[in-house]
Structure formats: C-alpha cells, structure tokens
T-cell receptor
C-alpha cells in the first residue's frame, strides 16, 4: 500500500545552518506530495506541495523537489532560523483514494 | 488559505464520561472532513472520514461506537468520545476538504488535547 518513510529526528541545528529532512515514498499511480509543519501546541499547516514529477514546491525559504526516479521528496532550507523549530511531516495523497498518508514526523530544533 | 477551527482546544474529563469535539470550516464548505489522532512524538493516525449527510467511514481498528462522528452540515463535524478512559487521552485533529469549490485542498484544525483522568 501507499506509505511515507521519513528521516527520524530529532534534528538539532544552529541558526543559519543548512537543513535537509529526507522523505521517500511508496505509491501506486501518481501521488501528490506534501510537507506540513506543526508548531508546538498547534495543528498542521501546509508548508509546500508538488503534484507531479520534477515539480519543485517552495515556501518561506523551504524547498522540495518531486523525484519520481528516486521516489523522494526531501525538504531543504539553506539557512534555518530559531522560528523554524517545529515538527515537519512528509505526506502523500493517493491519486486514487484521495486520503493523506503521513510520515512519522521529524522534530527540528534550531538554537540561536 | 481556508480556516478550520476546533472547539474546545483542550478538555479534561473524568473516566466514564463523554466528550464532544467540534470542527468547523469557517470560510468554505467542507464536503469531506477527516478526524486524526496523534500520539506524543508520533504521526497522525486517520480515524475516520466523513462526508456531509452520510455515515462516517472508519479506519480499521477504530471503534465506531466509541468514537461517534457526525457531519450534519457542510461546515460542521463533531467527534464524540463516549465513555472515555485514560487510554483515550490524546491530541485529536480534524481536517476539512472542499473537493468541488475554491479550495481543492485539505486544511487542518488546531487540534484538541483530551485528558481523561
């Protein structure tokens, strides 16, 4: 079945460091891929998405490219800030069923 | 983007009582709503999917008699945890999607923290 495997955390970085959170997926058909962010005590917010192969989603300095050949959707940011501290979830939406499948989440902590 | 609200944001109840959580789509009509449960440091587990005016579809392993879901209107869904026990303590998150309108996307509520004593 469809699934998402996400790099386990926690990830701890200093401010302005480079961030990569790995995400790979298994799916039939052509899923859409998402990154969601959850700040402490809050629900999920959509960070970025890509709906087809080679699409690059970007928002707030974060980027992820839909790589069909490697079934990956790694999240990157060139220079993280303290305010980026949160839990990041990779997810896919099955093209057939429409439901979201989430990875386990990666806790990111950025120190000043 | 669209806004989904949840009420209450947190609730503490005694074991054996029932608790109702409301989920509202504030500026769009949600043809489909989803209820998730999130355990500490774990991912979201989909509990059920509900379409307005019809019975909810529960995921395998989720007790439909314990977690009652009602999606009576296009802007409101409720989750009632019946005869709650300490093991039901969790963070419950709803999500709403408008498949046919402006927002062909899924939006999440801020979550409800349930603690059963």
């Amino acid at each position: 079945g469809d699934s998402v495997t996400q790099m386990e955390g926690p990830v701890t970085l200093s401010e302005e460091a480079f961030l990569t959170i790995n995400c790979t997926y298994t799916a039939t058909g052509y899923p859409s891929l998402f990154w969601y962010v959850q700040y402490p005590g809050e629900g999920l917010q959509l960070l970025l998405k890509a709906t087809k192969a080679d699409d690059k989603g970007s928002n707030k300095g974060f980027e992820a490219t839909y790589r069909k050949e490697t079934t990956s959707f790694h999240l990157e940011k060139g220079s993280v800030q303290v305010s980026d501290s949160a839990v990041y979830f990779c997810a896919l939406r099955s093209s057939t069923l429409g439901r979201l499948y989430f990875g386990r989440g990666t806790q990111l902590t950025v120190w000043p | 983007g669209a806004v989904v609200s949840q009420h209450p944001s947190w609730v503490i109840c005694k074991s054996g009582t029932s608790v109702k959580i409301e989920c509202r789509s504030l500026d769009f009509q949600a043809t489909t709503m989803f209820w998730y449960r999130q355990f500490p440091k774990q991912s979201l587990m989909l509990m059920a999917t509900s379409n307005e005016g019809s019975k909810a579809t529960y995921e395998q392993g989720v007790e439909k008699d314990k977690f009652l879901i009602n999606h009576a209107s296009l802007t409101l869904s409720t989750l009632t945890v019946t005869s709650a026990h300490p093991e039901d303590s969790s963070f419950y998150i709803c999500s709403a999607r408008d498949f046919s309108g402006t927002y062909n996307e899924q939006f999440f509520g801020p979550g409800t923290r349930l603690t059963v004593l």
